[in-house]
């Protein structure tokens, strides 16, 4: 099967997604589609698997040209497509979610019997009658490639596959693909961000920038090149450049954040027994699977779930079983994952958003905005603009720019997901400032090379359940991914020590 | 208190909850599809208006159940086509709907209004009516108690077993992922919406036909619409819970009138009054899972958790935005 993108614009109001792209695609190969955050890879590929219509241009498939593909016409031309966020029906069991895989429904006996069929050709391991909510993210994706595989996909698109799994699904996923495109009829289109991913499995990789096509390489392509195809000329020399080392603790004296024993409830998960010290100046990172334990942690430090046992000092005041606000009195300050949802208002203004974090000084909110928001923080709206007109780095720099400078503990979650090379580059910068000045940070992100690039000390959580805590020393990826999967402990490994 | 006065308070839950039944099924199809239909109050009494008249014209009962039906997937129809293909507000649509259909029912039904007319009649299965206590109630009485049986099996088994029910839930959880995978999603909302509004109707004319027969002003089936909508919130759209559900607020309404006789001393119309509040605390200790503060209270008294029902779960994807808190 060969697939030709032939001219593609694509846009959404005044922004232009795809800007006249054109790409072939080969039977036979893995080609990767790179490119930074909003560069326009994911819209890309929803034009090809049919999700959105183009404006110009054509989808030309073995010889056969069309202006624009249906999910239906995708899916009869054996175009699946899994995204970077699963599009399944959680609440629905696995059997029910794979009968509805596009087509004619299954029967619950067909369903069944062609899902353990393929689960056993691809040694996926998937229980019928548990509904999807309870899965992982890597079993969702299991579920999904299962899906696409039983309805005889020819070309798979995987939007940023490897986001909130282990280095060993990554590997397993990579087996898979590799298998998938063998027999020289089929082929994968892999979109990422990542450049290694690319490099370790594509055979070809075309680059998007600014809703442009950017250049095209042929494996074994050149980092330096691929960087500046990316990112421009400029940003690719910092992005190459290893980050500095993560800042070491100011000093042994009082911690920032004491627990003992600490118990969270969150609203779906129970945190039990967690004990841990943070000093001032350090950056601790969490790593654990999505729904490990991990984001209950730093809600639970927060204040936003409760601490229902245990004890919980912060800056030596006891707040175990307090309201958020003692939280924020204390000087502990959180950044949510979902930014726009449980960090902004969206339809109040940015001045608004300056007044209700800094109440006393409402009179003063437009020069804080021109001083704080825009001068330090390179925000780029007008104080009048709403909320949810801010891009996703906007979004992020507003926050961290509402945050006091005293704050004693910066908690974040996620903090750099979706955000572009140069807004993720300043957000570190920040954090490591504010270590410096003597904050503590307690981060988790879902990017592991991410997390053991900044991070000083990781905190890695599996099954709710503190797994080990590691100083940088003995950071290693493949260690790290086997904790927070529990492929291995803490105590098997003798690399750290829980305390 | 005697056996057969047991049995026939039985019976009268019965009887009185069918028509209640229906409707809240139907809001549960229409919902769990994602479609929120509240024109369900206008629904069912305009319905019960055109029941009854189209019984009384042509002297057939069933023809104007039939009529009633088709009434209230008509009422649907609108409500979709606004909702589902216009992009207006489906609930300030339903909304209006209900106060529109009411005032029709009325003006519509002025020339049949305190007029003698058909009804369905009782109907005894032989055998089955003989069973001891509850055969009387099932199968001794009248079609209406079967009929909201069979709808509620009908309904059951559609969403629970066949491959199109299947896809009403998968829609009504994700339209973009039901998308995703092919599904026509606006036609088949529109289709459960209409099989709703086809299920209240039917609701309303057992009303005028059976349970409440005959027309006026009031007609007598005004709120329970209204009664329907709060049922399927509180059964957590789940069609046996939901069924469970109308036939205690029937049980409820009947043990107001039971206690009046008993109780002649008392206001009569704290026995009408008392059912809704009664309903609402019920409603809410079978819900109580859902509550912070009752979650914290079972985590220290294990007891309490183990006491309560359990939660029947949230509202399907598609309408959880109009429905729950949020936080």
Request: charged share 20%; net charge neutral.
């Amino acid at each position: 099967m060969d697939v030709v993108l032939s001219h593609i614009v694509k846009r959404f109001g005044q922004l232009i997604a795809n800007d006249d792209v054109s790409l072939t695609l080969e039977a036979g190969r893995i080609h990767g589609l790179l490119g930074e955050n909003g560069a326009g890879k994911s819209t890309l590929m929803k034009v090809l698997c049919g999700q959105l219509s183009p404006e110009a241009g054509e989808i030309v498939v073995d010889g056969a040209a069309h202006a624009r593909l249906t999910p239906d016409a995708a899916a009869a031309l054996g175009i699946g497509m899994l995204p970077q966020d699963p599009l399944d029906f959680p609440p629905l069991r696995v059997w029910e979610n794979f009968a509805l895989g596009g087509g004619p429904v299954l029967t619950r006996r067909e369903a069944r019997s062609r899902l353990e069929a393929v689960c056993s050709r691809m040694g996926f391991c998937l229980r019928p009658d548990v509904p999807v909510a309870d899965l992982t993210v890597a079993e969702r994706q299991h579920l999904e490639l299962a899906r696409l595989f039983d309805r005889d996909v020819r070309l798979l698109i995987l939007d940023e596959p490897t986001s909130g799994i282990s280095p060993a699904q990554k590997r397993t996923l990579f087996a898979v693909l590799r298998a998938f495109v063998s027999d020289g009829r089929r082929l994968v289109a892999l979109v990422t961000h990542k450049l290694t991913e690319a490099r370790e499995l594509c055979d070809a990789v075309a680059i998007l920038r600014h809703g442009r096509l950017a250049g095209s390489f042929a494996a074994p392509f050149d980092t330096q090149d691929v960087l500046t195809a990316m990112f421009g000329a400029e940003v690719a020399a910092t992005a190459t450049a290893a980050p500095p080392p993560p800042p070491e603790p100011l000093g042994l004296g009082t911690p920032v954040l004491r627990a003992a024993n600490l118990v969270i409830a969150d609203d779906k998960a129970v945190l039990r027994d967690v004990s841990l010290e943070v000093h001032p100046g350090e950056i601790v990172g969490l790593a654990g699977i999505s729904g490990g334990g991990q984001e209950a942690l730093l809600r639970g430090l927060a204040g936003i779930a409760r601490s229902v046992a245990g004890e919980l000092a912060i800056g030596g005041r006891d707040l175990a079983g307090r309201p958020a606000t003692d939280f924020l009195a204390a000087g502990v300050h959180y950044l949510p994952a979902a930014r726009m949802e449980e960090g902004l208002f969206p339809g109040l203004s940015l001045l608004d958003h300056v007044r209700l974090a800094f109440p006393d000084k409402r009179r003063e909110a437009r020069a804080i905005f021109a001083e704080r928001c825009v001068g330090r923080f390179r925000l780029t709206n007008t104080p009048n603009a709403r909320a949810d007109a801010l891009s996703g780095g906007n979004q992020q720099r507003l926050l961290l720019s509402l945050i006091p400078d005293d704050t004693r503990l910066l908690l974040a979650d996620n903090p750099t997901r979706g955000l572009d090379a140069a807004s993720i580059a300043q957000i570190w910068d920040h954090f490591r400032e504010r270590a410096a000045a003597g904050a503590a940070v307690v981060f988790f992100s879902e990017d592991l090379d991410e997390l053991l690039a900044q991070a000083g000390r990781v905190l890695v959580f599996f099954n709710r359940d503190m797994a080990a805590d590691l100083p940088a020393a003995s950071l290693d990826p493949g260690l790290v991914g086997d904790l927070m999967t529990g492929r291995s402990t803490a105590a098997a490994n003798g690399g750290g020590s829980a305390p | 208190m005697t056996v057969d006065y047991a049995s026939a308070l039985v019976a009268a839950v019965f009887f009185a909850a069918a028509p209640l039944m229906l409707a809240a099924l139907g809001e549960t199809v229409s919902e769990r599809g994602g479609v929120i239909n509240l024109s369900m109050d206008g629904t069912v009494l305009f319905a019960a208006m055109a029941a009854f008249a189209v019984a009384r014209g042509c002297g057939n009962p069933w023809l104007g159940l039939l009529a009633g039906a088709g009434a209230g997937a008509a009422i649907a129809l609108i409500l979709a086509v606004f909702g589902l293909f216009l992009g207006a507000s489906e609930l300030a649509v339903g909304f209006v709907l209900t106060l529109f259909c009411r005032e029709l029912a009325y003006f519509m039904g002025h020339g049949v209004a305190r007029q003698p007319g058909p009804d369905l009649g009782s109907l005894s299965v032989p055998g089955l009516s003989d069973i001891p206590f509850l055969g009387q109630a099932l199968f001794g009485q009248s079609p209406v108690v079967l009929l909201s049986l069979a709808a509620l099996g009908l309904v059951w088994w559609f969403l629970a077993r066949t491959r199109p029910g299947l896809v009403l839930r998968a829609v009504g959880e994700s339209p973009r992922a039901a998308a995703s995978r092919g599904v026509a999603v606006r036609r088949v909302q529109l289709l459960c919406c209409l099989a709703g509004g086809a299920l209240a109707g039917c609701a309303g004319g057992l009303y005028s036909l059976s349970v409440k027969p005959g027309w006026g002003h009031p007609q007598g089936c005004e709120g329970a619409g209204w009664i329907a909508l709060a049922i399927v919130i509180f059964g957590g759209w789940k069609p046996v819970r939901v069924a469970f559900g109308a036939l205690f607020f029937a049980a409820i309404q009947v043990a107001g009138i039971a206690l009046q006789d008993a109780l002649p001393g008392l206001s009569g119309a704290l026995f009408q009054i008392a059912p809704f509040p009664v309903m609402i605390l019920t409603l809410l200790a079978v819900n109580l899972r859902r509550s912070t503060a009752f979650r914290e209270a079972a985590r220290r008294v294990p007891l309490l958790g183990r006491l309560m029902p359990r939660s029947a779960g949230g509202a399907p994807g598609a309408i959880a935005g109009a429905l729950d808190k949020g936080f």
